[in-house]
């Protein structure tokens, strides 16, 4: 599977609710809907919660275990759905294929990752439920964020949103969507190299985790590591961002199959880690992304998906 980008990894402190009994050496402590504190966070959304419910109890769940207490208290109080019946997918102006298949690494197996942007009409936009940062359909392996959440993504350097803008599998892209990619010079900056290093330090921590634990999927991690860096790295020195591995896929997929040595895997690691910062003290890149053209793109968006039956007249005030 790629590294397609994951729902946001809830903080320490977060307030949930559980969506299965809450058990504790094999006894029922809680029935389901009890209200904990999240007290210990994993790095990435595919590993567990530590979760604490009155009486001290803690147990880990994950995510799919838990419903935020902000939204079941929405729910019960019939607090609008923002997702309910108002045909959000609908509204989709981009949508591209990432992960392995865009990077040229897909085998038989390998899931069709989709990610993209949707820009909901101003209607929806300004009711009550208002639009979520996000549409996702797990079973289709999809993705898409709304326009704004996005930009904003894009102007901090995710990879994974990056990685949207460059893929070179695209399925549709409307007029608007044209217009954003033909502007993605602008979310350029120095700080790829920041983001991009976090995200290679993220697969460096997993690739220990599952090598502590003799997990034979560490060799992903540690593919996908040696990814991140040439991709970080050739951004930094052309300012055009390579989704597709090219004539390194052999070598990679060898990584990923565990057939290469970890004394070798490493040298490789070390290597690009260098370059990867030799190419950040020579990056032509600016300091920061140009703000103001996302701006006047966000507005101008946005403005098109004004309705004129939207504009309220005198007579239509509260």
Same mark, same amino acid.
């Given at each position: ?165 460059? +893929? ?8 608007? !969507? &044209? %217009?954003?990619?033909?502007? #993605?010079? =602008? ?94 003290? +020579? ?8 703000? !103001? &053209? %996302?701006?006047?793109?966000? #507005?101008? =968006? ?17």
């Amino acid at each position: 599977m790629a590294s397609a980008p994951p729902p946001t990894v809830l903080p320490v402190g977060t307030r949930v609710v559980t969506r299965i009994a809450v058990v504790e050496n094999g006894v029922a402590q809680h029935p389901p809907g009890a209200v904990g504190i999240v007290v210990a966070a994993p790095v990435d959304p595919d590993h567990g919660y530590r979760v604490r419910f009155p009486g001290g109890v803690e147990v880990v769940l994950v995510r799919r275990e838990l419903t935020l207490l902000a939204a079941e208290k929405d729910a019960r109080a019939g607090a609008p759905d923002a997702m309910a019946d108002r045909g959000l997918w609908d509204h989709v102006i981009y949508r591209c294929v990432v992960g392995s298949r865009a990077y040229g690494l897909a085998t038989d197996g390998s899931d069709t990752d989709r990610r993209g942007v949707y820009l909901p009409p101003a209607s929806l936009h300004w009711s009550l439920a208002g639009v979520p940062e996000q549409l996702e359909d797990d079973a289709a392996q999809s993705c898409y964020w709304e326009l704004q959440k996005f930009l904003l993504l894009a102007l901090k350097a995710n990879p994974n949103v990056l990685e949207c803008l460059w +893929t070179p599998l695209v399925e549709h892209a409307d007029p608007v !969507a &044209r %217009v954003l990619l033909g502007m #993605r010079e =602008a979310f350029l900056s120095k700080l790829v190299h920041a983001t991009y290093a976090g995200y290679a330090m993220s697969q460096f921590e997993k690739l220990n985790a599952d090598l502590d634990r003799r997990n034979a999927g560490g060799w992903k991690h540690a593919m996908h590591l040696l990814r991140l860096l040439r991709a970080g790295t050739d951004l930094l020195r052309t300012g055009v961002l390579t989704v597709d591995v090219g004539d390194e896929r052999a070598r990679l997929l060898a990584v990923k199959a565990g057939q290469v040595a970890w004394a070798e895997v490493d040298r490789w690691r070390t290597a690009l880690h260098r370059e990867f910062d030799a190419a950040y003290a +020579t990056t032509r890149l600016p300091d920061r992304p140009d703000y !103001a &053209r %996302v701006e006047r793109f966000l #507005r101008w =968006a946005r403005r098109r998906v004004v309705d004129v039956d939207d504009a309220p007249s005198p007579e239509a005030a509260p």
